[in-house]
Structures are given as structure tokens and as C-alpha cells.
């Protein structure tokens, strides 16, 4: 990797932040209706998953690269950490406020935060990251290599984004369990969306921990890509259930928002994938994964393009034609991620 694409690969999750947050305040400051101050919390937000991202890239591109120095190790994880507590912090002081758009913003916005500590472990997980290329060319019968963190960090990171998926779920059931009440009905469903996207980091974060210590075994090859789909696909499914399982007006919301992230899911599969496929073995289409988060990105900007252009005729839909570009954004910054783990990974036959 030369040192233009390194840069182009760290800009990349800084200037979708950028998007998220300077679309999210146009959005916010363009009117005081409930629709406004929805959706320009929660695309101001997701900023918080950008920065995230820029810190796993940063962490890995220094190592493949040869600029790596033990200071990284601490100032991505702070910058990380800092960005989704601050958004954690906001999102539960939105949450409190007096208006029922309040309440749905906040709730999502503590979700996307919790979103944002998960992929920032991923971070601190790569921290190691040049010892997986090294691991693969050698066998599993050698054991963790010198350097490679102990088994007890290893868990204590897997766990981070168990006890957030599990956090966001339990929420969202107890929000459900009086769902006649439309902003827990709105914010309930969200939350489900954003506890799967926890949940699919669960598998990046054990690919990732597994594979620098060199545990990573060939049973869970696709198993954690398998588990990565279905969550996209339940997630997805279960979109299309609130469209079309109902009359509910405030359906129309967080039914197009939850196919959004089921999309995000979509894109997480694709670095799942991409480290299984090239442990231990040559893969020719590597170089072809990164485009699997390239078509997310377009699927979710045209579903944006359709409801805004729907909005005309059902004004439910202003706020996830808005938010989906913000997950479209997301979704690309993850194409910049797959190629830089391509880049640092795959042996091309």
C-alpha cells in the first residue's frame, strides 16, 4: 500500500464523519417539527461510528505501512472511546427532553454510541494486527505468538460487544412490551436494528482476537459470516414485517431504517468473510470483496433518493430518507475498511 492510498483510506471514514455530522446539523437547523430534530440527532450521530472506523483503519494501515508506534495503541482507543461516551452522553440528555421526538433521538443515539465503542474495539483487537498475516503462513499447532495479547484481553473484548448487543436488546423488548405508545414503538424497533449490528461485531471482534492468537480454527471459518447474514437477513425481514404488518402510521420510520441496517450488517459480513477466506489458504477474488460494502452504500443512497422523493405523498418518510444516507455513509467508510484489511491479508495466486 503506497502512501496516497494510505491516506485515501484514512480520509475516507473522516469525511463520511464529516457527511453525517454537517447533514445532520443542515437537517437539525432546516426546521423545529419533530421530523427535523429526529433525524438530524440521529445522522449528527452517526459520526460517532466514522470516527470508530478511522481508528481501526489507523490502527491497521501504521502496521502495514511500517509507521506503527506504541502511542497509537492508546490515542485511537481514547479518541475511539471518547467520541461514542460523548454521543452515549448526549443521546441520554436528548433522551430526557420533553417531546416525544426527544425521546426516540435520544434512545437511537445512546444505540448508534454503543455502535461506536463496539467498532473501536475492533480497533484496540487490531492493535496487533501485523501478527495475523504471520499466523496464517504458519500452522495453528504453533500457538499464540510472542506478542499476541493473552487470552484474558481476548475475552474482555469479545465481551464489549456481547454486553452492548445485549444492552441494546433488552432495551428495545422492554420499550416493545408497551408498544400501543408510538415513540417506544419507534424507538424499540431502531434499537433492535442497532443490537444486531452489535451483535454482528461480536463475530469481527473473535475473528480478529482469534486469529492473532492464533486459535482461529477451521469449524468457524464461515461460521461467523453465517452468523453475520443472518442477522442482516433477519434484520431485514423484520423491516419488511413493520412496513407491511400493519397501518400503524409511525411504522413507515423504523421499518425503512431497520432494511438500512440490515444493510450495515451486510457490510460488516464482508470483513468477516474476507478474513476467513484468506486464513491459511490463497483467495483470488479478495481484491473483489470490497465492493460488497460499495453496493450496500448505493442500495441505501437510491432507497434514500426513492423516499425522498416519496416524502411528497407520506411525510412519515422524511426521516429515514435522511437517515439512510448517514447509513450509506457508514456503509462506504466500511469499504475503505474491507480494502485495507485486503490489502493486509490476502495472498493473491
Known amino acids: ?115 461506536g465503542a463496539c467498532v473501536t474495539t475492533v480497533a484496540v483487537a487490531s492493535s496487533v494486527f501485523s501478527l495475523i498475516p504471520v499466523n496464517s503462513a504458519g500452522r495453528r499447532e504453533d500457538g499464540p505468538p510472542p506478542g499476541a495479547y493473552g487470552r484474558e484481553i481476548a475475552m474482555t473484548l469479545i465481551f464489549v460487544p456481547v454486553a452492548a448487543a445485549l444492552v441494546l436488546a433488552v432495551w428495545a423488548v422492554v420499550l416493545l412490551g408497551d408498544a400501543s405508545q408510538a415513540p417506544k414503538y419507534v424507538a424499540g424497533h431502531v434499537m433492535l436494528g442497532l443490537a444486531a449490528i452489535c451483535a454482528c461485531l461480536i463475530s469481527l471482534v473473535s475473528t480478529v482476537t482469534r486469529q492473532v492468537r492464533n486459535e482461529f480454527g477451521t469449524r468457524e471459518r464461515w461460521l461467523w459470516t453465517a452468523w453475520v447474514l443472518l442477522l442482516g437477513s433477519l434484520v431485514i425481514v423484520w423491516g419488511l414485517f413493520v412496513l407491511f404488518g400493519s397501518d400503524r402510521p409511525e411504522r413507515l420510520a423504523p421499518g425503512c431504517v431497520l432494511i438500512g441496517l440490515g444493510l450495515i450488517c451486510y457490510s460488516i459480513s464482508s470483513k468477516v468473510f474476507l478474513l476467513a477466506a484468506v486464513w491459511r489458504r490463497e483467495f483470488a477474488l479478495a481484491n473483489r470483496v470490497p465492493l460488497i460494502p460499495v453496493f450496500t452504500c448505493l442500495s441505501c443512497l437510491f432507497f434514500a433518493a426513492f423516499l425522498t422523493e416519496a416524502v411528497a405523498t407520506q411525510s412519515g418518510l422524511f426521516v429515514p430518507s435522511r437517515v439512510l444516507v448517514g447509513l450509506g455513509a457508514v456503509c462506504f467508510t466500511l469499504f475503505s475498511i474491507v480494502s485495507i484489511l485486503e490489502a493486509g491479508t490476502s495472498r493473491k495466486a
Do not use: E
Not at 24 to 42: E, I, K, T
Not at 57 to 81: C, D, E, S
Open 1 to 115: 500500500m503506497n502512501f496516497g492510498i494510505s491516506i485515501l483510506f484514512r480520509a475516507i471514514p473522516l469525511l463520511m464523519g464529516l457527511v453525517c455530522l454537517g447533514l445532520g446539523w443542515y437537517v437539525y437547523s432546516g426546521g423545529s417539527d419533530a421530523d427535523h430534530r429526529v433525524a438530524g440527532h440521529v445522522l449528527m450521530s452517526l459520526t460517532a461510528i466514522c470516527v470508530a472506523l478511522f481508528t481501526t483503519a489507523a490502527m491497521i494501515i501504521r502496521q502495514i505501512t511500517g509507521t506503527f508506534a506504541p502511542r497509537w495503541k492508546v490515542l485511537l482507543p481514547i479518541l475511539g472511546y471518547s467520541v461514542a461516551t460523548a454521543t452515549a452522553v448526549w443521546g441520554l440528555v436528548v433522551r430526557g427532553g420533553p417531546s416525544a421526538p426527544d425521546f426516540v433521538a435520544g434512545h437511537v443515539m445512546f444505540g448508534v454510541a454503543l455502535i
